[in-house]
């Protein structure tokens, strides 16, 4: 594609971001959906949260080895084999339908914290390093809105099958839609064309770099944990998806029958395509410095995300658990709600939507601050790995205090908490931006005999 919605043209960076946006949309998309649901879909949320735990684990170290291993290995067989570690999770929860067993789920969630920790730091490097430094917040939307399309159909699916079950768990059908989309999604990944061959408009190659090694990647690793603008952005790290566990748990599987937990999540992931299409305008205003363009987006993050835990807090007053697997009912007042009592259902389904509207926000501008700290595709494929490292870590802590029943509020003050934690580094970051990232490429062409292989190290630029 030479523009958004231009003549299609395959090496072209915004083709391939949107291939990988929807490998995405298939993959961790369908796995949203399930974890939205809350348990995995399960009345009893214990084997869910502990195969998110496991998942985590493995995602800190494999989500900040990832990047190495992608500069290594390159970018299609890393991202095609990982997405099936998707739908062999999915997959792993009809067993559990049928045996009560956990273990095979929470063994797959481990497995998927290996392959979701490559798969991202694969989308990170290519979302934030193949667009132009005056597109980056555009080609970040243009992501985020075909991903999350993906929740929205996996919103969709358990709310149409399920639409007249009186059970509080999902059937084995939604678990065999979820594996055939997330198997698509996989070998959608062997689409992707090798970075190498990848030229913007101007002719200018997306790789900066000719070469790497295992050894060189070992050592770029470790200095990340020395460099002090990726340690300030830690906090923000930490705190991007830390709140899945309470808004996935505490609210939509403790508050909403099965059905309107599934309606909640069209709503949800489709208010993230409207926050990170909205939030693109300002990050890519070519009217204001990039400073002054990361102040005005954190003002609105900041606002925005303490309006909402502030609404929270009154909904979380009314109400300590949800339905227990003893068969004891929320004590939420009149009973889980059904998106039919329109008068008890439309204030918590409107805070819901604004809970995914602020993680598209805060998550947004975190990839958009990343972005602008470099141009090189190496560097930025760990910076994303790096990202989700401790993203992971953040999200193996809070779904166990979910798993170990941590009550509700407390959950919630501590997600209220963090998020007042991370704003200050990530203002310290964002005061420290320049008007151009280092490494800014030079437009050149890619020789016509520039080799076929997969990897990053293969660039010809020269």
């Known amino acids: 594609m030479t523009n958004m919605f231009g003549k299609v043209r395959y090496y072209s960076p915004m083709t391939q971001v949107v291939l990988v946006g929807l490998v ?48 290594l290995c ?7 084999i990982s997405g099936l570690t998707y739908a062999l999770y999915s997959g792993s929860y009809i067993y ?15 497995l998927l914290g290996v392959g979701a920790g490559i798969l991202w730091a694969a989308q990170g490097m290519i979302m934030v390093s193949y667009p132009r430094e005056e597109e980056k917040g555009k080609y970040i939307a243009v992501f985020w809105v075909i991903f999350n399309l993906g929740g929205m159909l996996g919103g969709i699916l358990p709310f149409a099958i399920n639409y007249h ?50 050894r060189k990647e070992a050592l770029e690793i470790l200095k990340l944990f020395l460099n002090p603008t990726i340690i300030a952005l830690v906090p923000m790290c930490f705190t991007s998806n830390f709140f899945y566990s309470y808004q996935f748990g505490p609210v939509n599987a403790s508050i909403f029958n099965i059905r309107t937990r599934g309606f909640n999540n069209i ?3 489709g208010a993230q395509m409207v926050g990170a299409y909205c939030l693109s305008f ?38 300590t658990h949800g339905p227990l697997p003893s068969g004891e009912p929320t004590d939420y007042p009149g009973g889980l709600i059904d998106f039919l009592e329109h008068k008890r259902a439309a204030g918590p389904i409107i805070l819901y939507t604004l809970y995914g509207l602020g993680d598209a926000l805060y998550q947004n501008l975190a990839y958009w601050i990343i972005g602008s700290l470099t141009n090189d595709n190496q560097k930025l494929s760990r910076y994303a790995g790096f990202y989700k490292g401790i993203q992971s870590l953040g999200n193996t802590v809070a779904w ?19 998020l007042v934690i991370s704003l200050p580094p990530m203002l310290y970051v964002i005061l420290t931006l320049k008007d151009h990232s280092e490494d800014a490429p030079v437009p050149e062409k890619v020789p016509e005999d520039a080799e076929e292989k997969d990897s990053i190290e293969t660039a010809q630029v020269v």
Request: proline letters at 2%; charged letters at 10%; hydrophobic letters at 45%.
């Open 24 to 71: 995405c949309f298939f993959c961790p998309g369908m796995y949203n959906a399930l974890n939205g649901m809350g348990g995995g879909g399960q009345v009893d949320r214990t084997t869910g949260n502990n195969a998110n735990t496991a998942l985590y684990c493995t995602f800190i170290v494999f989500g900040i080895l990832g990047g190495s291993i992608v500069n």
């Open 74 to 80: 390159g970018v299609r067989w890393t991202i095609a």
């Open 96 to 110: 559990l339908n049928h045996t009560g067993n956990g273990a095979f789920t929470i063994a797959a969630g481990g």
């Open 165 to 214: 079950s009186e059970s509080n768990s999902l059937s084995d059908s939604v678990y065999i839609a979820f594996i055939v989309l997330e198997s698509l999604g996989a070998v959608l990944g062997l689409a992707l064309a090798p970075p190498a061959k990848v030229t913007r408009n101007d002719g200018s190659s997306v790789v900066l770099v000719k070469y790497t090694s295992a």
């Open 267 to 269: 709503f949800y992931w």
């Open 282 to 319: 300002l990050l890519d205003n070519q009217h204001m410095s990039r400073r002054k363009r990361g102040l005005c987006a954190f003002a609105i993050v900041a606002v925005f995300f303490n309006a909402i835990w502030g609404g929270t807090l009154k909904q979380q007053l009314k109400y």
């Open 400 to 418: 166990q205090l979910d798993a170990k029943s941590v009550s509700y509020m407390n959950q919630l003050i501590g997600n209220w908490v963090l």
